[in-house]
């Protein structure tokens, strides 16, 4: 937790004071994603049953914790013994054996609501009443997975991020029929996998990826109206960002990034309406899905070891002409650079004054570690700081005609004249 400020140290003791301890947990579903918790899990001292209905799921899901102690025995962070230790407290099952002895259940199945709804109904008949109940949920809304539970106090969200074992961050999401003390228990349990908890309200896309979903739909309005997504690319990855919105869209999958994109605008029809001539829907029509087929907004081919390198494409190009109905146009470095974070900020503001999150520095945090937000401006908030209210007012006034996502929220308004920030506005362990 080195980095992480005192009142976000305060913050954690607090839930830890309230938490029940999670000493024997079972994960349901043993794909990439309940692979991964499972061995991160294990490998931070914490037994845990993984159970799936196949057994070559079981087994995927053993191959994925396998090859991650392979991984930390190859960076001298665990020896050969400790690894075989780690993976014998690992029990893969196809029944619901044991699962009467666990403190803590984390669902990993597929996001299906009906399969969600029938897996939570075989668990609560198996598991104590006062086990805590988690879904590693990234589309669905808490309240809806868990609306037919005969003990809802006890269901949280704990929204991992993929690969599970190498990112730290976990949104921790409140449905309205959430305890605090399971909130608690899973932010503990959280910390003891070595994780940064982030607790979230329910709502469309959480935090991070509600947040996200601004930024890509600024991304996707610079193409419709012309941009060169490259360019695009090459200016975000100037500002700091690792990757820019169309390289990050091949690396998760263009058919992932549209679906995503197209459940949390629905959530927010005003401020993310359809959107007509909208790139990733184009790329996924003609099966451009990105790193995944190798061919997306760029192209790729597999060098030595494996890895895609990225190529650009010609036919990319070409094919995204045909949703730019004002042609192409040359848009300089600040204006793209202005357009994509004006959209996150924004965004991030509404989360702040709807008290999805508790604080600006939470905020900050969760973007800093789920999606790469560049480490030296701090996080969207810790930026905004930095150019001050009354300049963020002003591009949203210049930029406001393009639509309501770049409208000015109470909050900036009132800062900008107040000459306010918005870490005073929105302080840790308020």
Known sequence: MSGLSAELKQVFKEHGDQARPVNQAAVLGAGIMGGGITITNAAHGVPVIMKDIAQEQLDLGMKTA???????????????????????????????????????????????LGLKHKVLDQLEAVVHDDTLIATNTSSLRIDDIGQHMKHPQRFVGMHFFNPVPVMPLVEIIQGTRTSDESVSTAVTWALKMGKTPIVVQDCPGFLVNRILTAYTRAFLQLVEKGADFEHVDRSM?????????????????????SHVSDVISAGYPERMPHIENDAFRLMKSKDRLGQKNGKGFYEYTPDDSGRPQKHSSAEAHELLMEIQPDGQKDFSVEEIQQRM??????????????????????????????????????????????????????????????????????TIRKLAETGGSFYDEFPTGN
């Open 341 to 410: 974070m004006l959209a996150m900020i924004t965004e991030a503001v509404h989360c702040l004054e709807d008290k999805v999150v508790n604080s600006a520095e939470e905020l900050d945090t969760a973007l800093l570690m789920g999606v790469g937000f560049p480490r030296d401006k701090g996080g969207a908030m810790r930026y905004a700081d930095s150019l001050g209210a009354k300049a963020i007012l002003e591009q949203c006034e210049q930029y406001r005609h393009l639509g309501i996502q770049y409208e000015p929220t109470a």
């Open 237 to 257: 990855e100037a500002f700091g960002w690792p990757m820019g919105p169309a390289y990050l869209e091949d690396v998760i999958g263009i058919d992932t990034g």
């Open 66 to 112: 396998s090859s991650q102690v392979d991984r930390l025995i190859k960076k001298e962070q665990m020896t050969q013994e400790q690894a075989s230790q780690v993976l014998a407290t690992i029990e893969p099952t196809l029944e619901y054996e044991g699962f009467d002895k666990v403190d803590g259940v984390i669902e990993a199945v597929v996001e299906n």
